[in-house]
C-alpha cells in the first residue's frame, strides 16, 4: 500500500515536471509545419519522384576527415531527387553515448542513425530507440546472406534492428623502409602470433634517439585483448577470458624490451595510432582496414609525410598455431530507423540503399569497405591511386574467417566496461595478468549470472 | 461608518482631537455620551482604515520583493531545485530513460555495496579529498600570510598564483602531462640525469598507486592561489592592535598566529574547508584528463564518484543506481559541512 | 639589537626564496606552453640543450589551428556563451540578492534557504534528472541549455546578498523617506557601490562558464555547437603528436580569461573581502 502510495505521488511530481517540458516545447519546436509535411510524405511512396519533399535527419561523426558520408548522401539523393539528407556531426569521440542521450525517450528527430559498435547498438535496442526491420526486409526481399553471417551475430530475439554498410576486418600494416633499412624480410600473409612476435623484435632498435618500434598497439582493449577470439572458439561474451593471457604477456613482454611503446607512454600522450605510424619510426601496427583509405588521403594530401611511411603494405593478420590464415577480426558499421521516426518509410529505404549494392559501389570508390564484399569491391579498393602495388597486399584482402568484435548481449555495454578497466589495470602494472583475468572472470560471471 | 480614504483621514484625526478636548471641558452627561460614541465611531473607523491600508501595503511590498527575486528564482527552480527533487526519487526507481519506470526501493542502495568499482570510487574519492582539502588550506593560508607583510612585487605574485586558477583544465592538463611524462618529460628527466634515479624506477607519475598523488599535487596546485585569495581577504579583517598587544607581551611569530591569527581566520577556515571539500567531492575532469586510458576507462586506482556517476547514467542507462551513486556523494559532502559547522560552532563558543 | 635587525633580514630573505620558488612553481607550466607553442614536434622535448625559445620559432602553430579544426566557431560559441551567462548572472543574481537583503517580505527565510541548501549539492548528483528535463524542454544540443544551466547560480545570489548586507541599510531608508522606489534605490544607489562584489562574480562566472567541460560534453553534441574546451580535447585525440598545435591552441584558449581577470583583478580582493564569502 504504501509502496503504492509513493509511487503515486512520485508519478505526479514527474508528471508535473514533464508539463513544465510540454509547456516550453510548444515556443521551442518551431519548425512545426516541417513535421506536418513530413506526415503526409509517409504516406506516398518515398522512391516516387513526384512525392513531396522529405527531410531525412541522419546522425554521423567526423565529417571533415570521413570521405564516404557525403557520398552516400548525393548519391542517394542525386537517384532520390524529393528527398534531402540532413547529416548532423556528433563527432567520433563519444559518438554512440551523445546518440543514446539523443534518443533517449521521446522528441528526437532523427529519421536514421548510425551504429558504430555492438554495445552502443545494444543500449539503443533495450531502450527501444530503434525499430526492428524484419518486416521491412521480408517485405523488400533483402537477403542477409551477402553479409557473410554479420547480421546474426546483432539478431535480438529474432529480430534484427541495424543493417551493415561498412564492414572492416583487422590486417597487419608495415612500413617497407623500415624493413628495407633493417635487412629484414617483410612480413607474409601466412605468420603466427609467434612468428610475428620473432620479426617484430628484428626490427627493433633500442639504440637512445633512433628508436626503431618492431610494433605499436593503439590503447584499445581490442588490439590487444581481442587475439584469442581468433580461434573461433572463444568470445568475449563467454565469461571466462584465461584464452587473453598468453597474448597480454607477449605484448608486456615487448613493451619490457623496447619493442613496442608503452602503454603508459601512450595513455600520457594520447597518441594517435596514425600519428605512431606515419612517424615512420614504426614498423608493424595491427589495425583495422578504415586504416588504409586514411592512409591514402593523408599521405596523397600531405598530411602525412610520405618519405616516412609512403612506402606501406598491408597482410593478413596473424593467426594461432592451427588456425587457418585469414582468420581476422572484424567490426561493422549499420545504419538504423529510430523508432520516432515520422518518415519510417523513406527512412529504411535509405538504410537500403546505402547497405545495398549501390550503396557498396560507393563506397568502395572512397577507398572503404562495404558490407557487401565482393570480387569488384576488392579490384576497385586495390586499383586506387596509393593503394600498395605488391601482390602481397593485394592478397591480404582475402578473408577466410572473420569474427566479430563484440556479438550481441543484453549486458555487452557492463561487459565491456569491466573488461576496459582491468585491459588497462593490466596494462599499466596495477596489476598482474593473473589477477586481471581473475577477476574479469569473476565479475562478469557476476554479471552473466543475473 | 464613514468612509475614510487617505485624502479625508486628517480632517477625521483633527475631529478626534477636537472631541476629545471638548469631552474634558463638557458638563452635559448626555452630551458626553453622544461626543464618546462619536469618538468611538471615528477611532473604530480609522483603525479599520489603517489595518486596511497597512495590508495593501505589505502586498505591494511583498509584490516588489518578489519581483526583484523571480527572474532569478524562477531559474533556479526550473534548472536546479525540481532536478534536485527528481534526483532524490530516481534512487529508488530503476530507469534507463526510455522504458517504464520500476519501484526498486533500496535495492540501488543494498547493490552499492557489493560492487567493487564503486567502493574504488567512493575510497580513492576520500583519498583525494583528504590528500588534498588539508594541502590545499597549509600552503594558500602560508602564501596568504607571507604575502600579507610588506614585500616587494605583491601584486604581480598575486597575479600569478591566480593563472593556475584561471587556467582551462584541458590546455593545462596537457602541459602538467607533458611535464610530468613517464620518459620523455622534463621531471623524469631531471630525476634520471641530475638525482641519477635508474630508468626502471623513474616514478610513473599516471599510473598506479601515484595516480591520485599526481592528482592532489595538481589541484593543489591548481587551487591555491584562489584560496590564497580567500584568506587574504580574511587577513585584511584581522584586528592590528591585538598583534600589537600580543608584542607588547612579548610573543614571537608562532606565538602570534596561533594566539591571534589563527582564531581570528576561523570563520574563514570554515568556509575554506567547506568548500574545499565540496570541491574535491565533485573530482571529475581532473581524474578524466590526467588518468584515462585509451578506451577512455578509468582503473581501479584512479576511478572516483562523478566518473562512476556518469559511467552508470550516460554509458549504461542505469539512472536509478547512477542516482543512487550521486546520494551517497551529497550525504558525504553534506555530513562533512555539517560536521564543519558543528566544529566552528563549538570552536567560537569555547 | 643587532642580532635583531640581522635576524629581520634573514627572515626577510627566506620570505623572498620561498616567495620566489611559489612564483617559479605557478609559471613555470605557463612558460612551457608559450615556449612550446612555438617549437616542432621534436623540439618539445629536447632537453640537452633545452631552450625556451627556439631559433626558428614556428609561428605557423597559431595560424594553423584555426584551419585544423573549426577553431573560430568553436571560440564564437564559448565567446557568446560566456558573454549571455555573465551578463545574466550578474543582473539576476544582484536583483534577487537586494531583495534578500534590503527588504522584508513574506517567507523571506525559507526562500533563502531554497538557495542556500543546494549550494552544498554538487551538481553531479542531480545533472542526470536535470538533462531529462531540459532535453523534455527542447534545450537538448542547444546553447540555450548551457546558458539555463549556468546563469541561475545559488552561489551567485548568495555572494551578492553578502555584500548588500555590508551597506548600511540607512542609505536605503533615506532613499525611500525621499520617495524613491525600490527599482530605483537599486539601480542608483545599489549598484553603483558594488562594482568589487560584480567585478568578483564576474570573474568567477566567467572562468566556469568558458572553462566547464562536463557540462558542455553532456548537453552540446552537434559539431557546430562545441565550446572551446570540447574542441580542444578533440584536437588533442586528434592531433596527439602535435604538440606545438596544442600548445598553440591552449594559449589561445587562455587568452580572454587571462585579460578578463587582468582588468577586473584590482577590484578582486576587495570583492572578496567585502562579500563575504571568506565566511
Given at each position: ?49 513526384s512525392?513531396e519533399?522529405?527531410?531525412l535527419?541522419?546522425?554521423i561523426w ?21 528527398v534531402t ?10 559518438y554512440?553515448?551523445?546518440l543514446a542521450?539523443e ?10 542513425v ?38 546474426d ?9 541495424e ?9 597487419l600494416?608495415?612500413?617497407?623502409d623500415?624493413?628495407d633499412?633493417?635487412g ?6 601466412d ?10 623484435r ?15 598497439y593503439?590503447t584499445?582493449?581490442?588490439t590487444i585483448?581481442l587475439?584469442?577470439?581468433l ?6 561474451l563467454s565469461g571466462?577470458?584465461?584464452f ?15 619493442v613496442?611503446r608503452?602503454?603508459?607512454d601512450?595513455?600520457t600522450?594520447?597518441l594517435?595510432?596514425?600519428a605512431?605510424?606515419?612517424a ?11 586504416f ?5 588521403n593523408?599521405i ?6 610520405a ?24 567490426t ?5 530507423v529510430?523508432?520516432s521516426?515520422?518518415v ?19 563506397m ?7 558490407a ?16 600498395p602495388?605488391?601482390?602481397?597486399s ?6 577466410s ?10 549486458n555487452?555495454?557492463e561487459?565491456?566496461t569491466v ?20 577477476s574479469?572472470?569473476?565479475?562478469i560471471?557476476?554479471i552473466?549470472a543475473? | ?8 483621514v486628517e480632517s477625521?484625526q ?5 472631541l ?7 458638563s452635559n ?15 473604530r ?18 509584490l516588489?520583493?518578489y ?10 527552480c526550473?534548472?536546479?531545485l525540481?532536478?534536485?527533487v ?7 526507481l530503476?530507469?534507463?530513460?526510455s ?11 543494498k ?26 588550506m ?5 602564501l ?16 600569478l ?19 610530468f611524462h613517464?620518459?620523455?618529460?622534463p ?8 638525482f ?13 598507486s601515484?595516480?591520485?598523488l599526481s592528482?592532489?599535487?595538481f ?12 584568506y ?8 592590528g592592535?591585538?598583534?600589537e598587544a ?9 606565538a602570534?598566529?596561533?594566539?591571534v591569527?589563527?582564531?581570528q ?19 571529475y ?7 584515462a ?12 564518484l ?7 547514467a ?7 543506481y ?15 559541512t555539517?560536521i ?10 569555547g | 639589537m643587532?642580532s635583531k635587525s ?5 627572515l ?6 620561498i ?8 609559471i613555470i607550466p605557463?612558460l612551457w606552453?608559450l615556449?612550446?607553442?612555438?617549437k ?16 626558428n620559432p ?13 577553431f ?7 565567446v557568446?556563451l560566456?558573454i ?8 539576476t ?9 534590503k ?21 553531479q548528483v ?7 528535463m531540459m532535453?523534455?524542454?527542447g534545450?537538448n ?9 549556468q546563469?541561475?547560480?545559488a552561489?551567485?545570489v548568495?555572494?551578492?546578498?553578502q ?14 523617506i525621499?520617495?524613491?522606489?525600490e ?6 544607489i ?9 567585478s ?5 562566472t566567467?572562468v ?23 574542441g ?5 585525440g ?10 598553440a ?5 587562455l ?23 571568506k565566511?
Amino acid at each position: 500500500m504504501r509502496k503504492k502510495l509513493i509511487s503515486m505521488l512520485l508519478a505526479t511530481t514527474m508528471a508535473g515536471a514533464l508539463m513544465v517540458g510540454c509547456g516550453s516545447n510548444a515556443s521551442t519546436d518551431a519548425p512545426a509545419t516541417d513535421a506536418s509535411a513530413t506526415d503526409t510524405a509517409t504516406e506516398a511512396p518515398a522512391a516516387d519522384s513526384s512525392a513531396e519533399a522529405v527531410t531525412l535527419k541522419w546522425s554521423i561523426w567526423d565529417q571533415e576527415t570521413t570521405t564516404y558520408w557525403q557520398a552516400l548522401a548525393d548519391g542517394y539523393m542525386a537517384q532520390n531527387p524529393n528527398v534531402t539528407i540532413e547529416m548532423v556531426d556528433l563527432g567520433s569521440q563519444d559518438y554512440m553515448t551523445v546518440l543514446a542521450t539523443e534518443l533517449s525517450g521521446s522528441g528526437s528527430d532523427f529519421d536514421v542513425v548510425t551504429i558504430k559498435d555492438v554495445p552502443g547498438y545494444a543500449t539503443l535496442v533495450q531502450k527501444n530507440a530503434i525499430q526492428s526491420l524484419d518486416s521491412y526486409i521480408s517485405a523488400d526481399g533483402v537477403d542477409l546472406a551477402a553479409y557473410n553471417g554479420a547480421t546474426d551475430q546483432v539478431t535480438v530475439d529474432g529480430s534484427l534492428y541495424e543493417l551493415p554498410f561498412r564492414n572492416d576486418f583487422w590486417v597487419l600494416f608495415y612500413n617497407k623502409d623500415v624493413f628495407d633499412k633493417a635487412g629484414v624480410a617483410y612480413p607474409t600473409n601466412d605468420m603466427t602470433w609467434e612468428e610475428y612476435d620473432k620479426l617484430a623484435r628484428s626490427v627493433t632498435d633500442t639504440t637512445f634517439g633512433s628508436q626503431v618500434y618492431g610494433g605499436h598497439y593503439h590503447t584499445w582493449r581490442s588490439t590487444i585483448g581481442l587475439i584469442g577470439c581468433l580461434d573461433g572458439e572463444h568470445n568475449i561474451l563467454s565469461g571466462n577470458y584465461d584464452f587473453m593471457k598468453p597474448y597480454y604477456e607477449m605484448v608486456l613482454a615487448e613493451e619490457k624490451d623496447g619493442v613496442v611503446r608503452s602503454y603508459a607512454d601512450l595513455k600520457t600522450e594520447g597518441l594517435h595510432y596514425s600519428a605512431a605510424f606515419s612517424a615512420g619510426d614504426t614498423a608493424m601496427l595491427n589495425m583495422g582496414s578504415w586504416f588504409i583509405s586514411t592512409l591514402i588521403n593523408n599521405i596523397a594530401s600531405g598530411e602525412y609525410d610520405a618519405s616516412l611511411c609512403g612506402n606501406w603494405g598491408i597482410v593478413k593478420y596473424p593467426h594461432a598455431d592451427g588456425v587457418e590464415a585469414g582468420s581476422t577480426l572484424g567490426t561493422f558499421t549499420g545504419l538504423a530507423v529510430t523508432s520516432s521516426t515520422d518518415v519510417p518509410d523513406a527512412a529504411w529505404d535509405f538504410v537500403k540503399w546505402c547497405s545495398g549494392e549501390e550503396g557498396a559501389a560507393v563506397m568502395a570508390s572512397t577507398g572503404n569497405f562495404p558490407a557487401i564484399m565482393t570480387d569488384d569491391v576488392v579490384t576497385t579498393i586495390t586499383s586506387l591511386e596509393g593503394f600498395p602495388t605488391d601482390d602481397a597486399s593485394k592478397e591480404a584482402l582475402k578473408t577466410s574467417n572473420i569474427y566479430l568484435e563484440v556479438p550481441y548481449d543484453a549486458n555487452v555495454s557492463e561487459i565491456n566496461t569491466v573488461l576496459d578497466t582491468y585491459h588497462g589495470m593490466i596494462m599499466q602494472g596495477e596489476c598482474t595478468i593473473d589477477e586481471g583475468i581473475a577477476s574479469m572472470n569473476e565479475e562478469i560471471g557476476a554479471i552473466l549470472a543475473q | 461608518m464613514e468612509k475614510i480614504t487617505a485624502a479625508n483621514v486628517e480632517s477625521f484625526q483633527n475631529e478626534l482631537t477636537s472631541l476629545i478636548e471638548k469631552i474634558h471641558t463638557e458638563s452635559n452627561p448626555k452630551q458626553k455620551m453622544k461626543y464618546l460614541k462619536r469618538i468611538d465611531k471615528i477611532q473604530r473607523s480609522i483603525s479599520a482604515y489603517r489595518s486596511k491600508s497597512k495590508l495593501s501595503r505589505e502586498t505591494k511590498r511583498d509584490l516588489i520583493a518578489y519581483s526583484f527575486i523571480a527572474p532569478n528564482f524562477i531559474g533556479f527552480c526550473v534548472f536546479t531545485l525540481i532536478p534536485i527533487v527528481f534526483a532524490f526519487a530516481l534512487a529508488f526507481l530503476s530507469w534507463d530513460g526510455s522504458n517504464p519506470i520500476e519501484w526498486a526501493g533500496l535495492k540501488n542502495f543494498k547493490s552499492l555495496f557489493k560492487d567493487k568499482f564503486f567502493i574504488a570510487a567512493l575510497k580513492n574519492t576520500i583519498i583525494y579529498c583528504v590528500g588534498t582539502v588539508p594541502l590545499t588550506m597549509i600552503v594558500s593560508l602560508g602564501l596568504a600570510i607571507l604575502l600579507n607583510h610588506k614585500v616587494l612585487g605583491r601584486g604581480l605574485f598575486r597575479t600569478l598564483a591566480f593563472f593556475p586558477y584561471v587556467a582551462s583544465l584541458v590546455a593545462i592538463t596537457s602541459v602538467w602531462k607533458m611535464l610530468f611524462h613517464p620518459s620523455k618529460g622534463p621531471i623524469n628527466n631531471l630525476l634520471f640525469n641530475v638525482f641519477n634515479v635508474q630508468q626502471e624506477n623513474l616514478p610513473q607519475w599516471f599510473t598506479g598507486s601515484l595516480v591520485l598523488l599526481s592528482m592532489i599535487m595538481f589541484s593543489v596546485w591548481k587551487y591555491m592561489g584562489y584560496y590564497m585569495v580567500i584568506y587574504l581577504a580574511g587577513l585584511q579583517g584581522v584586528n592590528g592592535e591585538l598583534y600589537e598587544a600580543a608584542a607588547l607581551d612579548g610573543a614571537g611569530t608562532w606565538a602570534k598566529f596561533k594566539y591571534v591569527t589563527w582564531p581570528q581566520l576561523s570563520s574563514t577556515t570554515f568556509f575554506v574547508i567547506v568548500m574545499l571539500t565540496i570541491n574535491c567531492f565533485k573530482v571529475y575532469d581532473i581524474a578524466i584528463m590526467l588518468a584515462a586510458g585509451g578506451n577512455g576507462e578509468l582503473t581501479l586506482n584512479s576511478t572516483v564518484l562523478v566518473y562512476y556517476i556518469y559511467q552508470k547514467a550516460f554509458i549504461e542507462w542505469k539512472l536509478g543506481y547512477s542516482s543512487a551513486v550521486a546520494m551517497v556523494l551529497f550525504v558525504l559532502v553534506l555530513g562533512v559541512t555539517l560536521i564543519q559547522f558543528w566544529g566552528q560552532k563549538k570552536y567560537q563558543e569555547g | 639589537m643587532k642580532s635583531k635587525s640581522a635576524n629581520t633580514i634573514a627572515l626577510k630573505t627566506l620570505v623572498y626564496i620561498i616567495l620566489l620558488i611559489m612564483a617559479a612553481l605557478m609559471i613555470i607550466p605557463f612558460l612551457w606552453m608559450l615556449s612550446a607553442s612555438i617549437k616542432t614536434d621534436a623540439e618539445v622535448f629536447r632537453m640537452n640543450p633545452f631552450v625556451w625559445i627556439p631559433k626558428n620559432p614556428r609561428w605557423s602553430n597559431y595560424s594553423e589551428i584555426w584551419t585544423k579544426i573549426p577553431f573560430g566557431r568553436f571560440v564564437g560559441n564559448t565567446v557568446f556563451l560566456t558573454i549571455i551567462v555573465t551578463c545574466l548572472q550578474l543582473l539576476t543574481s544582484s536583483f534577487a540578492a537586494y531583495a534578500f537583503a534590503k527588504l522584508e517580505f513574506k517567507h523571506k527565510n525559507i526562500l533563502f534557504m531554497g538557495y542556500l541548501s543546494t549550494i552544498a549539492m554538487p551538481w553531479q548528483v542531480y545533472m542526470v534528472p536535470q538533462f531529462i528535463m531540459m532535453r523534455k524542454m527542447g534545450l537538448n544540443d542547444k546553447l540555450l541549455a548551457i546558458i539555463c544551466l549556468q546563469a541561475f547560480s545559488a552561489f551567485g545570489v548568495f555572494m551578492m546578498k553578502q555584500f548588500y548586507e555590508g551597506i548600511p541599510s540607512s542609505l536605503c531608508e533615506a532613499a525611500r523617506i525621499d520617495g524613491m522606489s525600490e527599482y530605483k534605490i537599486y539601480t542608483n544607489i545599489m549598484i553603483p557601490l558594488s562594482k568589487p562584489a560584480l567585478s568578483t562574480l564576474t570573474i568567477f562566472t566567467f572562468v566556469n562558464t568558458w572553462n566547464d567541460y562536463l557540462g558542455p560534453l553532456i548537453y552540446l553534441k552537434s559539431q557546430e555547437k562545441k565550446t572551446i574546451q570540447l574542441g580542444l580535447k578533440m584536437f588533442i585525440g586528434q592531433y596527439s603528436s602535435d604538440y606545438g598545435l596544442i600548445m598553440a591552441g591552449s594559449v589561445l584558449s587562455l587568452i580572454p580569461v587571462i585579460i578578463v581577470f587582468l582588468i577586473l583583478q584590482k577590484y578582486f580582493v576587495e570583492g572578496v573581502a567585502s562579500t563575504g564569502i571568506k565566511g
